[in-house]
């Protein structure tokens, strides 16, 4: 604790004092570098062949964050939001992707299986929103210029698929009141029941990410945006679903078998008429954290069932990359792989039945009575058993708070900082709880509502 | 090695932006009445070939025409009113490119007639053969006009289009656009005569302050850092506190003439950095609360009140001092001076109405005008959220000043001690009403000089 | 003075009270306790907004290899984007201090591909795809590759695995464009339009676009190429190859004044255009203006030449026509040497029967034909080579051929192959 206090700060003393310097260095180094690179320098490009779009970011297949919890409210019911396509400016259109499969899977057993599948797809009600942004001066046309429907199918193997809303209506981006006057009517208007209870919304939400700065750029130093400061007001489009406990649980039996994993995938349809997976989103941060950066596309086409065979998976969370570059970033230690610790947290759940390091029975499929096929694979865990916390801390399980994130994740649960304590060893261990500030104000954006679907009205 | 040479002297020749590129620069100097554009066109080996095939007769002539054209196509408002630019000189030359091909510079001098009478916001744009790829950069400066608010900067970082930035982290400009406010009156953001012409002191200020406002608003705010920035406001303090218009003369005249000793000195220091802190906090909040507050205003105002504090502080000395001469102590007293406390309190009853108003007076008046630098440190801090920070840097800033003006009386305080002594003790008996009449001069000349910068 | 010194400690002490204050606070005042309260109107999906951060972020944390990898990326693409050729320079900077990060060795690849070295993009892209066989976007490099080198087996291998990887926009152009090459627009055009629907950015969207309109142009619809051409346009006014397309179609409507004025639009903005311009000029008359145009054209040649890059296609293309049919001849044999895309193989073709190698011409315009691709100018040169040889019944066939795919392929090649089929009949 001390060391730590000692160290850190004249660290980043002289990282800060080294940064004026590596840019003069920089600076030279370029300048130097415009005569020596040559011809490769030289702004003369040869024109006749065909050029296409090499980089391109793909928001509308972009899953940002995946939450799960007992609804505070309903207490005999769960509730799951995926957030898709990130960082939306307010005031302009944004959709879904018409020829893909936006899915919430259910794994009740532990085999990483979907007991059952929650798809969405989409329809255009209006144009496409390309024709949209091309008009901008014209953008006071009708609402139904950026309506899209949606149908919600529920897939379980073996049986046959069910649809359990059609031409469902799609809370559009809020233009504001000129082209979607009424927003809140609109937002209502997108909170559907579902057949055998439950509910389901699916439009524009409030983003309700946030964190603190430091553990973003600590866990995330050198990947995908450069810094964006988080609990910016931004928007998502939200997937929600709030659904009897009973219906998730195996065999119907809740208090049997309280746990369910949870993912969200992406299918996009290619040329030859199949859907291929481009998207996967189970824990917050295990993609872009974990996975080395080379094998994050292969990830995200992978199916937890054989997360186990990957070599990949299991190997990766065993011996964490970034753990390292953490420890060299904040000057502090991480635990030495091979990391039981983090298999357990991320992909079998905590329990005691498998000798893990966290002694604790917490949100492994495998303490579901009737379970059986059980591997390890990556999913948001969640013991649907746990009661509510009254007041829920933000630092979920590492606070003594059972109910919040990794057992399953709650919209106030604060997970980068919680997944930067538990890469630096915490809860198994000591950790380096002293590394983010416990005090800091870091807030949500916007404030969720008490019931649901939660997630706040756009922001503007 | 020669192939090194070879692929340097290539680099050498081939126009950085690409031998497309038609590359713009118009650089704005306002004056009371005119505005100036040195419109350049650097035109690289295609374009210029392009333009020599459509270019028939001398140079000049084709220089004239191209003017006239871009005269013609650039767009300047004053207020609602357009310009009506005119070409004063028009000139064409061709330099050497890659591959034997020439690039070519166009230098156009447009003016256009302006009064600037009162504040005048002026846009500018040069739409002028906008399709072809290039760099496209403004600049806008003032000579005898102050420019606010502007969106382009005062000078061209390609140095006029001759030395293209190679930076990595910097793309090509491209600003087509300008806007700002013109308004009397020198000084203020964008005139010339303070970028280039400032002293030695003001610059290296205006590094220290740059580096102090990178310290407060670094995303890290560590405890050494947090340290050097505090050290660093202390030093621009006493550096403020060190350039003209802080009635240091009045303080140190004031503290030799009167024998006030330490004492005086330190309740002096205590003021000015109060008042200055004080001063610092109402301005900035004022100034992040409202944006109708115009910041130099304030500033000149305060300047006035400064002055007429200190003129009034010298009147009420020189009335002491010519109303009460008989009291005035003699040679022999003088020689006390400062060797023991138990004589510097009985000191300086006489001179002044009361010696603890005096005192304060001038504190406050040394500390009543805001530094520029401290102010923007807090402005700077506070929209990061850090503006108890902020606050402790402004104290800091003021204890800079207070030591700077401290030393300066001591010292004066010293030396008057010293002459006194040795040749002018004669005058020892006119001293009080010298220094009265001179308090009451530089006051007078603070708030002349502060009234002029307002009007 | 004993004063002062006896003062100057409790200074000291009063800064350092200063500092300990602000350091040992609760709820620290070192802190940034709020994001600044301007949000940013603009995301990181920009590439602008995109370079902007990025930059600001590298000069905070030079370090920071994977940022340079994306800052490369995005040069590259703001490169392609704008025609500005300075963003090249700044991609293969910010590129090189990144590697061997594996999107920078994905970037130099797609770089050896804008500046025609697609052997050096083949490897650099079986680099990237042996350090990281997942990372998709490394296989639209190794497509481009092989395509332009003529390897189109390999190239229809390396999409289909992008496309069961990662079906996006990337993929669906590289897909569209094989099928045009082979002939089958259908289903080029349905590529096109699930690329077009994904696309959210203006200038993604304008380059879809764009291409739907080349495949209605090629298939000899200039209206609708037109209309295709101004949707581009009008959703990204500062994309070149619409405006000279646009141009082109506008001529073949006989719409010549507008031709002429987004002709020269695109002549000033890039100067891959002033061949197909100065062609159109010199069928209309305008000897000079052709001539001037050409001028330009060699002088582009020249300034590549002195800076180690050539395009042997196009000069070879040029100078077939327009220069002389030895040069192409040289030019295009060193290209063919390079690579064996249908492309050189016409234009090699055409440039053996302008120098008058008629049956080894013949060869080349067969090779060019092989993809099946339905393109008129293959069909012209290969009609004309037959005439050339005397097998006019195939010279007939080829000619009308020609004119049944786009009436309009050139300015003066129509007419001309209406002409032969009117005298032959």
């Known amino acids: 604790m001390l060391n730590l206090i000692g160290r850190r700060p004249w660290l980043m003393a002289a990282a800060a004092s080294t940064t004026v310097l590596a840019t003069t260095v920089l600076a030279t180094t370029v300048l130097a570098g415009a005569v020596l690179l040559g011809p490769a320098m030289n702004a003369v490009t040869a024109t006749s062949h065909w050029d296409a779009p090499g980089t391109f970011k793909d928001k509308v297949i972009d899953a940002s964050d995946l939450y799960a919890f007992t609804s505070p409210d309903k207490p005999d019911t769960v509730t799951i939001v995926a957030n898709y396509i990130p960082f939306q400016i307010p005031y302009k259109p944004y959709q879904f992707d018409t020829n893909v499969q936006y899915d919430l899977h259910i794994d009740n057993t532990g085999s990483g299986k979907a007991a059952i599948t929650y798809r969405w797809t989409f329809r255009n009600k209006g144009f496409p929103v390309p024709s949209l942004l091309r008009r901008e001066h014209q953008a006071a046309g009708p609402e139904s210029l950026v309506e899209q429907s949606f149908t919600l199918t529920k897939l379980r193997p073996g049986r046959p698929d069910q649809t359990l809303i059609r031409d469902g209506y799609v809370g559009p981006s809020d233009m504001g009141i000129l082209i979607t006057p009424g927003y809140q009517g609109l937002r209502q208007k997108a909170v559907l029941d579902l057949p055998g209870g439950g509910k389901v919304f699916t439009g524009q939400a409030a983003d309700p990410f946030f964190s603190d700065n430091k553990a973003v750029n600590l866990l995330r130093f050198g990947i995908p945006f450069p810094p964006i400061a988080t609990g910016v007001p931004m928007n998502v489009d939200s997937l929600a679903i709030q659904v009897p406990k009973s219906e998730l649980a195996l065999g119907g039996d809740p208090t049997a078998n309280p746990v369910v994993g949870v993912w969200t995938t992406a299918a996009r349809k290619s040329l030859n008429g199949e859907y291929k997976q481009v998207s996967r989103l189970g824990n917050p941060n295990f993609n872009e954290v974990l996975i080395p950066f080379a094998s994050r596309d292969r990830f995200n086409g992978m199916r937890p069932q054989d997360d186990a065979g990957s070599g990949l998976v299991v190997e990766s969370t065993r011996d964490p990359e970034q753990a390292r570059t953490v420890e060299r970033q904040a000057g502090v230690k991480a635990p030495a792989p091979p990391r039981a610790d983090l298999e357990e947290i991320y992909l079998t759940g905590l329990t005691t039945k498998r000798g893990g390091p966290l002694k604790d029975d917490l949100n492994s499929q495998l303490l579901n009575r009737d379970a059986s096929g059980f591997t390890s694979t990556e999913q948001l865990r969640l013991n649907m058993s746990t009661p509510v916390t009254a007041k829920p801390h933000k630092y979920g399980y590492l606070k003594g708070d059972k109910q919040g994130y990794p057992n399953g994740r709650r919209l106030t649960d604060d997970v980068v900082t919680v997944n930067l304590r538990m890469l630096l060893g915490e809860p198994a261990g000591p950790g380096a709880p002293g590394l983010i500030d416990e005090n800091n104000p870091v807030y949500l954006t916007a404030p969720i509502t008490g019931s649901f679907p939660y997630v706040a009205l756009p922001v503007h | ?455 | 003075m004993r004063r002062v010194r006896k003062a100057l400690p409790l200074l000291g002490c009063v800064l350092l009270g200063c500092a300990l204050l602000a350091w040992f606070t609760p709820g620290a005042w070192l802190r940034r306790d709020e994001p600044p309260p301007t949000p940013p109107r603009r995301t990181a999906y920009e590439p602008a907004a995109f370079i902007d951060q990025a930059q600001d972020h590298l000069r905070r944390y030079p370090g920071d290899t994977r940022t340079w990898a994306d800052l490369g990326g995005a040069y590259l693409e703001q490169a392609r984007r704008t025609g500005d050729p300075a963003f090249y320079g700044k991609a293969e900077g910010a590129l090189r201090r990144s590697l061997p990060h594996i999107d920078a060795m994905i970037g130099m690849g797609a770089l050896a591909n804008a500046r025609h070295d697609f052997a050096l993009a083949l490897r650099w892209g079986t680099r990237a795809r042996s350090a990281a066989p997942y990372r998709w976007p490394l296989y639209a490099v190794l497509t481009d590759a092989y395509v332009e080198l003529g390897q189109y087996a390999k190239a229809d291998q390396v999409l289909r695995h992008l496309l069961d990887g990662r079906p996006d926009l990337v993929s669906f152009t590289r897909a569209a464009h094989l099928f045009h090459l082979r002939g089958q627009t259908a289903r080029a055009r349905e590529a096109l339009e699930r690329a077009r629907d994904i696309a959210s950015d203006p200038a993604d969207y304008a380059f879809c676009v764009w291409q739907l309109g080349e495949l209605a142009w090629s298939d000899g619809d200039p209206r609708a190429a037109l209309s295709a051409y101004t949707e581009a346009l009008a959703a990204d006014p500062s994309h070149t190859p619409s405006l000279a397309a646009k141009a082109r179609a506008e001529a073949a409507l006989g719409r010549l004044a507008d031709a002429r004025r987004d002709y020269a639009d695109a002549v000033t903005r890039s100067p891959s255009f002033v061949v197909e311009y100065g062609e159109l000029l010199q069928h209309l008359g305008d000897r000079d203006g052709a001539r001037r145009l050409y001028a330009v054209f060699r002088a582009q040649v020249r300034l590549q030449a002195a800076n180690g890059v050539s395009d042997s296609l196009a000069v070879g293309r040029y100078e077939a026509d327009h220069g002389s049919p030895a040069v192409a001849v040289r030019e295009l044999r060193a290209e063919w040497g390079r690579r064996r895309s249908v492309d050189v193989a016409d234009a090699l073709g055409w440039a053996l029967h302008q120098a008058g190698r008629h049956t080894e011409a013949a060869r080349y315009a067969a090779y060019a034909d092989r993809l099946g691709g339905r393109n008129a100018l293959f069909a012209y040169h290969r009609g004309e080579i037959s005439r050339a040889l005397g097998r006019t019944s195939a010279a007939h066939a080829e000619l009308t051929r020609a004119l049944s795919i786009n009436p309009y392929f050139s300015p003066d090649g129509p007419p001309k192959a209406r002409a032969e089929l009117g005298g032959a009949a």
């Open chain 2, 1 to 455: 090695m020669i192939g090194v040479l070879a692929a340097a002297a290539v680099i050498l020749g081939a126009h950085p932006l690409g031998n497309m590129s038609v590359n713009h620069y118009d650089g704005l100097s306002v004056f009371l009445d005119r505005i100036e554009d040195t419109a350049i066109i650097d035109s690289a080996e295609i374009p210029t070939l392009q333009q020599r095939q459509g270019a028939s007769g001398p140079p000049d002539a084709y220089a004239a025409r191209a003017c006239g054209e871009l005269a013609g196509a650039v767009r300047g408002q004053v207020g609602e009113q357009p310009l009506a630019w005119r070409v004063t000189s028009a000139a064409f030359a061709y330099r050497p490119g890659a591959a034997g091909l020439p690039t070519s510079r166009l230098t156009c001098r447009l003016a256009a007639p302006l009064r600037v009478e009162r504040p005048v916001t002026l846009t500018f744009a040069n739409p002028y053969r906008g399709g072809a790829v290039g760099w496209r950069e403004i600049t806008a400066s003032g000579s005898g006009v102050r420019l606010s608010a502007s969106s382009v900067p005062t000078r061209s970082v390609s140095g006029e289009l001759h030395a293209y930035p190679a930076d990595l982290l910097s793309s090509p400009l491209d600003v087509r656009q300008a806007r700002f406010t013109v308004e009397p009156g020198s000084g203020g953001l964008g005139a010339p005569a303070r970028v280039p012409g400032a002293d030695v002191l003001t610059r290296y200020t205006a590094l220290l302050a740059d580096r102090l406002n990178s310290l407060v608003g670094s995303d890290r705010l560590t405890v050494p850092l947090g340290l050097l920035a505090l050290l660093v406001s202390l030093v621009l303090g006493a550096v403020h506190a060190a350039l003209p218009g802080h009635g240091k003369t009045v303080m140190a005249a004031y503290l030799a003439g009167r024998d006030g000793g330490p004492r005086d000195a330190f309740a002096v220091a205590a003021t000015v950095t109060l008042t200055h802190t004080a001063g610092v906090i109402v301005l900035g909040v004022l100034l992040s609360v409202s944006a109708s507050i115009a910041g130099e205003t304030v500033l000149g105002w305060l300047g006035v009140i400064s002055g007429l504090l200190i003129a009034a502080i010298g009147t009420a000395l020189l009335r002491s001092a010519v109303v009460r001469p008989a009291s005035q102590h003699g040679a022999a007293d003088g020689h006390a001076h400062g060797h023991g406390p138990a004589q510097g309190h009985g000191h300086g009853h006489g001179h002044f109405a009361s010696s603890g108003r005096g005192v304060v007076g001038l504190g406050v008046a040394g500390g009543l005008v805001p530094s520029p630098s401290a102010l923007v440190v807090l402005l700077g801090a506070m929209a990061l959220g850090r503006t108890v920070f902020g606050i402790v840097t402004v104290v800091c800033y003021g204890l800079g000043m207070a030591l700077t003006l401290l030393a300066a009386a001591l010292t004066v305080r010293r030396l008057a001690n010293l002459t006194l002594t040795n040749r002018l003790n004669r005058l020892r008996p006119y001293t009080a009403t010298i220094t009265a009449a001179l308090v009451l001069l530089v006051g007078i000349g603070i708030t002349a000089r502060a009234l002029a910068s307002l009007l």
